[in-house]
């Protein structure tokens, strides 16, 4: 993915292959890049620490733009529900849903939370990401969400994956607003006045999200939410379209958001916008897979309209809960109809744009961060080919190996 991104139209399936490649790293960066018979003949290469991984395929480490990392358990039980035919709305409505985890996580300590994350962030690094967003959003007071984003920041330094926060108190309105008279307005209020400002203030979060959506924020109360981030600095992101067509994603882009995600909904013109903008649309496959739906985003006609196309796991609890970036990867190629190609360039270096990162991760070039995934395949395309299946052999972060099969 070595450029200038990120990747549109036909360039998305234009991933640069080097066979017989090598890859100098100096104090955790890309050195140099290229054919080993080149790269081996370097000054440097002559005392440098040799690591052969076989012939396997290196790719640059996944990045994962959209997650729920802090949650404190699953809803295992709606699952059941949504087998025997109960829908996403029906089971919300009766208390379930984001409010479900909202009401877990209130009455978890922070140990507890911060353990459980520990352990999806080393499973992240099993399955070769080295970046990832992560939302708050299961805490809707100003205690919880405060807590979460701290839990968040703290894990950044504390382990080898970055963690990029996005502040999502504008999930849903949490229960002890519903029935009150103006319990919507009083709820932004407490969003746009209190909770933004402190997040800011804190440097807990780089974005802001909302979820609009029927039964979470309307267009308005979005917008809303939204220009107070950004007030604040904080740049905005959208989870736009998915139950049904609201505007958000119009909204998103009049925005300047740096993402609209999920995008089941989109109408033509929605396309046509995205591909005019700089907006990344993140398809998240792997919640439509897990919700058994069989609407998936138009990943072709986004691709062929040229808007910045990116893949994340949506992980969380309740619609999407894998970490695993390749089931990912095969979802969209026979979902989404993505090539794997496409896919690949898909959760790396525009994840990474849609992220602001992309002159650091997302790529394997000269001056960027050695962030690397080595998979026990032959061909980049068996990556996807063997769905549900690991086949990452070594994580690298910053030129350190942080996974190794055994």
């Not at 036909?10 to 104090?27: M, N, T």
């Not at 969400?145 to 108190?169: C, H, M, Y």
């Not at 709820?187 to 804190?202: C, R």
């Not at 496959?285 to 796991?313: K, M, N, Q, S, W």
Request: hydrophobic share 40%.
């Amino acid at each position: 993915m070595r450029g200038r991104g990120p990747r549109r139209g036909a360039a998305l399936s234009d991933i640069g292959v080097v066979r017989d490649g090598a890859i100098l790293v100096r104090d955790g960066m890309i050195a140099a890049v290229g054919p080993s018979s080149k790269i081996e003949k370097r000054k440097e290469s002559k005392k440098a620490e040799k690591l052969d991984v076989g012939g396997r395929v290196v790719l640059p480490g996944f990045v994962d733009a959209h997650t729920h990392l802090i949650h404190a358990a699953s809803r295992a039980e709606e699952y059941e529900l949504k087998i025997r035919g109960a829908s996403y709305e029906e089971i919300a409505r009766n208390g379930g849903g984001i409010l479900n985890s909202v009401k877990k996580l209130r009455a978890a300590t922070g140990e507890k939370l911060k353990g459980l994350a520990r352990g999806f962030l080393q499973q992240f690094a099993e399955y070769g990401t080295t970046t990832i967003e992560a939302k708050s959003g299961y805490g809707l007071d100003v205690t919880s969400e405060l807590r979460i984003l701290s839990l968040q920041k703290e894990l950044d330094a504390e382990q080898p994956l970055e963690i990029v926060s996005t502040f999502l108190g504008a999930h849903v309105v949490p229960e002890e607003f519903h029935g009150k008279a103006g319990g919507t307005r009083q709820y932004l209020e407490l969003l746009t006045q209190e909770l933004i400002p402190e997040v800011a203030e804190n440097g807990l979060a780089a974005f802001c999200d909302v979820f609009c959506e029927r039964g979470a924020f309307s267009v308005a109360d979005s917008r809303r939410v939204l220009q107070a981030g950004k007030l604040r600095g904080l740049v905005a992101r959208v989870h736009a379209e998915q139950l049904s067509h609201t505007g958000a994603t119009r909204m998103g882009i009049e925005m300047d958001a740096a993402s609209c995600d999920h995008l089941e909904y989109l109408r033509p013109a929605d396309i046509r916008a995205l591909g005019k903008s700089r907006t990344v649309a993140t398809l998240l496959p792997g919640c439509d897979f897990h919700l058994g739906l069989e609407r998936y985003a138009l990943a072709r006609e986004l691709i062929e309209a040229g808007a910045i196309v990116a893949l994340a796991t949506d992980f969380n609890p309740g619609t999407s809960p894998t970490l695993n970036m390749a089931m990912i990867l095969s979802l969209a190629c026979s979902r989404l109809r993505m090539t794997p190609a496409e896919a690949i360039t898909a959760a790396t270096i525009n994840a990474a744009y849609s992220l602001g990162w992309d002159k650091k991760i997302g790529s394997i070039e000269d001056g960027k961060q050695a962030d690397l995934a080595v998979f026990e395949v032959a061909d980049f395309r068996e990556i996807p080919y063997y769905f549900g299946v690991n086949t990452c052999w070594m994580t690298i972060k910053r030129g350190e190996i942080i996974w190794l099969r055994d």
